[in-house]
């Protein structure tokens, strides 16, 4: 009886850490599709601007389909990983927190691609009443928008590629392989703790050989 309450009291910890690092992996790909949805916002406006542009095409169709596909996929590779996914999902969170940076350092290109051609904007008096409206036109070129236009592809298109890529290591590699991968310092950590260790084991067997 003892024994099986051993058992499964190892087992209820495993469950409680595995549903504790799901959730914190679904936290930080939420917070990566509060981000999509705000630059859908900027995009929708955007296409308005510039009607036939590849990149805005191409940009709309990284965030409102082939992210948050892999972005499911990174989700269903840890749910089913047991406890190597228990762990990976801890250890790729840092990398889904650093996507999350990236797409929210497309902002200021969006904006200046937002304001392109003519907008209105309102000023108020102390009372809040509208005073005055003017009509402000943006001064960028084709060769800068077309510039501004790669810059944010080129930063979505590599957002999605590291996705896929962490989705398919996740579910193919070992986990050792991937926690070098994703934390080369921890990793380093591990095994130096590991090396010697196992260099005090050899120690001892050796000593144990020679005296006895």
């Known amino acids: ?25 679904t936290m930080a790909l939420d917070r990566m599709h509060k981000v999509e949805d705000k ?3 900027y995009m929708a406006n955007v296409q308005g601007a510039f009607q036939n542009l590849y990149q805005i095409k191409r940009a709309g169709e990284l965030v409102a389909k082939e992210i948050p596909s892999n972005m499911n996929n990174v989700r ?13 999902a801890t250890v790729a969170g840092s990398e889904l927190r650093d996507m999350t940076m990236e797409m929210t350092s497309l902002y200021p290109f969006l904006e200046q691609l937002v304001t392109s051609g ?17 009509n402000k036109v943006n001064l960028l070129n084709s060769a800068e928008r077309y510039y501004i236009c790669n810059t944010v592809v080129s ?30 310092e921890g ?26």
């Not at 907008?119 to 009443?129: M, W």
């Not at 298109?157 to 986990?175: D, G, H, P, V």
């Open 118 to 134: 003519s907008y209105n904007t309102k000023e108020f008096d102390a009372n809040g009443n509208i005073i005055d409206k003017k």
């Open 187 to 212: 990793w380093a950590t591990v095994m130096s703790g590991k090396n010697i260790v196992e260099g005090v084991v050899s120690d001892w067997n050796y000593n144990l050989r020679k005296y006895n």
């Open 39 to 41: 630059i859908l916002g």
């Open 76 to 88: 269903r590779a840890v749910h089913v990983g047991g406890f190597q996914g228990t762990f990976l």
């Open 155 to 184: 930063k979505l298109e590599n957002i999605n590629t590291s996705l896929y890529l962490l989705a398919w290591e996740i579910q193919t590699m070992r986990w050792r392989d991937l926690f070098f991968k994703l934390d080369p």
């Open 1 to 25: 009886m003892a024994a099986l309450k051993q058992i499964y009291s190892k087992r209820e910890k495993t469950q409680n850490k595995t549903i504790a690092a799901e959730g914190a992996i």
